[in-house]
């Protein structure tokens, strides 16, 4: 059994920063690909940032130059650091990873989502 679990959600200003954390846990052997994901009210789930366990990463052009995707492999902890945020950003984050269990069984995880509100 393998979980991941946010935290780092919150309301911030305009302009602001956040750093979410997303720690997966259980019968783990390692950790693939990891990233984040945000969902609006209204729209649909979309990428925000991916990195890969040899660190190579990718972002979606709306957060380019203004959130940073890192990790620890030794804990299986990926981070996003989130600064110059606009109320554009209000949505609900998603961690995402791909996890090898104990029983070498490749499976994606989502977390349960934080949120993270933009306003003044």
């Known amino acids: 059994q393998v979980q991941l679990v946010e935290s780092g959600g919150g309301l911030v200003q305009p302009g602001g920063s956040l750093r979410l954390s997303c720690a997966a846990s259980?019968?783990?052997?390692?950790?693939?690909?990891m990233g984040w994901y945000r969902q609006a009210p209204g729209k649909q789930r979309e990428l925000v940032a991916t990195?890969?366990?040899?660190?190579?990463?990718n972002y979606a052009d709306s957060v380019k130059g203004r959130f940073a995707i890192s990790r620890d492999n030794a804990k299986n902890t990926v981070y996003l650091q989130m600064n110059s945020l606009k109320p554009e950003d209000t949505a609900v984050y998603y961690c995402?990873?791909?996890?090898?269990?104990?029983?070498?069984?490749?499976?994606?995880?989502w977390g349960q989502g934080t949120q993270v509100t933009v306003s003044s």
């Open positions: 259980g019968s783990i052997f390692s950790s693939n690909a």
């Open positions: 990195i890969t366990a040899g660190l190579s990463t």
């Open positions: 995402n990873a791909y996890i090898v269990d104990r029983t070498y069984s490749r499976r994606n995880y």
